[in-house]
């Protein structure tokens, strides 16, 4: 099959919008987010798209800011998709185990098909400091499991935890059954080695490799953006909309023997060979 023939979808992808009423800090510039993701709809709309996924951190924190750039993304003209990311989840105690339903996610981690590709949405809030109040039982979870794996990382990462890690793995069996190829989708990195890696970030790699038709895993969180490859899957660290005054996003485009990463604004072109 001729690499320039085109499998028949492409795909909006967009990460960290961390929108939040807020002062400048450093390269964030919280206000100008509700701008920035405007205009990156408005592109996306002028587009043919299967879908549009934001890879997690819609806000920076409080729980009305959903309410102002939510409609703005729920105005793009495709299905849509949301990961959770850590910053979704500063918000009251109370509202943290309804973050995924404002997000209108059916779970917090999920699959979904198009054409021949199973695109799959891991919640890297599992185990989480943010994601629990302080006074809980996923939050003594989370304590038990730092201390005791001895991690050393930041307390602002987390983990995916073994229930998902089952379910990832089935869904991964039945995609090879099926014959699909897979994009893994979540808001933490795994690869190349950084510091915003989730904390069991070789826990899923050793998963996904032993998978051959895994061939991407897509994420937001470090929104400095990074890539790496390794046996096979491509690991693309999205840069965050967030920062600078530059908006930054992409499209990909799915061909049967690579994808090619069209980006806008800060973020790169890229071609993801998928022999």
């Known amino acids: ?6 499998t028949p979808f492409s795909i909006g992808v967009m990460a960290d919008c961390q929108y939040a009423d807020l002062e400048d800090a450093g ?4 206000i100008q987010s509700k701008e920035k ?30 309410d102002v750039v939510q409609p703005i993304f729920n105005s793009l003209k495709m299905p849509t998709y949301q990961v959770l990311g850590n910053h979704d989840f500063w918000v009251e ?21 198009v054409a021949n ?54 869904v991964l069996d039945q995609a090879e059954k099926d014959q699909e190829n897979v994009m893994v989708f979540c808001h933490f990195p795994v690869y190349p080695e950084d510091i915003h890696n989730l904390w ?16 991407a895993y897509l994420n937001g969180h470090n929104h400095k953006g990074n890539y790496g490859v390794k046996n096979g ?25 690579h994808i090619k990463v069209i980006g806008y604004g800060r973020e790169e072109n890229r071609f993801l060979n998928l022999q």
């Open 1 to 6: 099959m001729s690499a320039t023939k085109k």
């Open 27 to 30: 390269a964030r510039k919280y």
């Open 37 to 66: 993701l405007q205009k990156c709809v408005e592109h996306f709309n002028s587009m043919n798209l299967a879908f549009t996924i934001h890879l997690g951190d819609l806000i920076d924190r409080d729980w009305k800011n959903f």
């Open 93 to 113: 105690d109370d509202e943290k185990a309804a973050v995924f339903r404002k997000l209108e996610m059916p779970f917090p981690y999920y699959d979904f098909k």
């Open 117 to 170: 590709w199973r695109f799959i949405v891991l919640d890297g809030n599992d185990l989480s400091f943010h994601a629990f109040p302080e006074i809980s039982e996923g939050y003594q979870i989370t304590a038990d499991y730092y201390i005791r794996n001895q991690i050393d990382a930041p307390y602002w990462n987390g983990a995916i935890g073994p229930t998902q890690l089952q379910w990832l793995r089935t």
């Open 200 to 215: 069991n970030a070789e826990e899923v790699i050793t998963i996904l490799e032993n998978y051959p038709n895994v061939k």
């Open 233 to 257: 899957i491509h690991y693309l660290n999205m840069h965050g909309m967030v920062d600078t005054e530059t908006n930054a996003y992409a499209v990909l485009e799915f061909y049967h023997e």
